[in-house]
């Protein structure tokens, strides 16, 4: 390090012992409203999940035919594999982001 910076000093509270490990607190000191639930998790995997198969079909359905959508031809026209992953990928990251949020609102409900 250059003269005169030092590094900085790790953070220790009087009185609290570390825990190591623990990475998220699961409740809150003062209120003791929990801040993480396994419900978290959950919820976006499962949303990820069931996001990209419709996605995925969807995908599928535009891309071969059963579904015409005007404006989506250059979609159909990259192929079925490419439509496919592309619905599933697209489909995941919003499953997983609408099923995370709708477990945190169920988190905070209990």
Known sequence: MPAGIRAPEPQTHPGREEKPGLPVPLVNEPDHHPVYSRRLLWGALLGAVIGGVIFGWLGYAVSSG????????????AGTAVAVFTGAGVGSALGALIGGLAAFGGMLRH
Do not use: E, M, N, R
């Open 66 to 77: 059963p579904l015409p959508v005007a404006g989506l031809g250059q979609f159909a026209s």
